[in-house]
């Protein structure tokens, strides 16, 4: 085994794209050898290795049987009359929102099931507005700011300019598992169950790259931030689009593996997860990953967008949402959040599970299973489950289907495992389960309110 992997790089997803337009409104690309330029077979083939390709040939094999088990796509009844009536969803996806803007997760069952690839029709949802309508010929990302060589690039020149890289990358809602805290008291978010995260192979264009290439200026010169900003009309703060940032030497931080990315699990981005191309930032919240990016802002200040300050806040608990106007709570930059926090969660036995212990000896084993994910790059090392109130901890066996980055960084989930006994099951009232990451962090016995953000053990009864 490779002790890390130098440049993950999935040549064989290539051989099994399909051949025809992926979205029949677009125009173009119709066939991959349009996206295959000769710069990124160069940077490919300096960088593979047999064994890369032992784990990118695992990946396809994944995703090509969770394809085949899918349920076709559809123009939902539920989206009719909706300015997203146009796009293909998939159909159990549960709705959290109403009908629209569409945000989705899909069940937990279903999730595991799938295993360490998500398929992308899976692959939860956070939509602030309409989907733009876009096509790959006429889009154009600005490069601007503080930089010597403002550019715009169209999908062709991104694509065929510059080196891409694949690589698997866990995404994660920073409300995901919200629901738990509303029930605590209400926060100003909407109730995520455990599945606003999904694991996908995303392919895209270094950040670094396309701001080396516009000559992006020093700190010395102001630039201190890259902001970020999407392509659809939100109502926010009066009228903005999506938008946010992020500091300068992270974005041209090559241990983060920043990517501009115009394709999930070897297809064009679907219209839902930012077709033509979004931001992906491993090991960050899902909202700094700005989808249908069409400007790249390189500024002394951070973002001033509506969304950069009113989302994505841990605040202390003592501030309600009428407090953190009242004091400006939203402009305090130590209350960012940037990085995922450490977070578990069980998912076998399942949510209101039944199981037949009746038929069952006593030392017949059950497995007890779910996933764990940190930030930053930052290795899951423990888990734990608790079956007696937390007098007693077991750790829990770890997969890491991912191989780490040449820096050592992690940018996906893994699953844990536990073998008990039945008799263990009966005599336990409640279970709960903890993470720990590589520099010790862990979770906390009991939910710490804030306003928006969740994280705390996972406990079943
Ligand atoms: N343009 C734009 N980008 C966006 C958003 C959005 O509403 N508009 N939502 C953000 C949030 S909060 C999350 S969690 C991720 C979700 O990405 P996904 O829908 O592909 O899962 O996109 C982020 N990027
Ligand atoms: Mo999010």
Known sequence: MAAYVENRQFSRLEQCLPTGVVHAFMPGPNNRSEITSPIERSVFDDYSSGEDESQSEEFEETIKLGKMELEPSVCDSRDKGTSDHWVHRNPTMIRLTGKHPFNSEPSLTRLMHHGFITPAPLHYVRNHGPVP???????????????????????AQLVSEFP????????????????EQNMVKKTVGFNWGPSAVATSVWRGVPLRCVLERCGILSRRMGALNVCFEGAEDLPGGGGSKYGTSIKKEYAMDPSRDIVL?????????????????????????????????????????????????????VLPSHVDSELANAQA?????????????????????????????KSWTSETPYTL??????GGGKKVTRVEVTMDGGETWHVCQLDHPEKPNKYRKYWCWCFWSLEVEAKQ??????????AW??????????LIWNLMVSACYVTRQ
Not at 278 to 285: D, E, K, Y
Not at 341 to 346: A, K, P
Request: hydrophobic residues 35%.
């Open 437 to 446: 990451d590589q520099t010790q962090n862990t979770q906390p016995e009991k």
């Open 425 to 434: 099951l009966v005599a336990s009232k409640e279970m709960a389960v903890r």
């Open 261 to 313: 990315a115009y394709m999930q699990n070897g297809e064009l981005l679907l219209p839902d997860h930012g077709f033509p191309v979004r931001m992906i930032i491993p090991g960050f919240i899902g909202g700094r990953m700005v989808k249908w990016l069409k400007r790249i802002i390189v500024t002394t200040q951070e973002s001033d967008n509506y969304y950069h300050y009113k989302d994505n806040k």
């Open 164 to 179: 891409s890289r694949e690589f698997p990358v866990t995404l994660v809602c920073a409300g995901n598992r919200r629901k």
């Open 133 to 155: 309508l876009a096509t790959w010929d006429d889009w154009t990302v600005e490069v601007t700011g503080l930089v010597k060589r403002p550019a715009l690039f169209t999908m």
């Open 369 to 374: 299973k779910g996933y764990a994910y940190s």
């Open 329 to 357: 709570w939203w402009y305090k930059p130590e209350y960012v959040i940037n990085e995922l926090n450490i977070n578990s969660v069980i998912t076998t036995p399942g949510h209101e599970e039944i199981l037949a212990i």
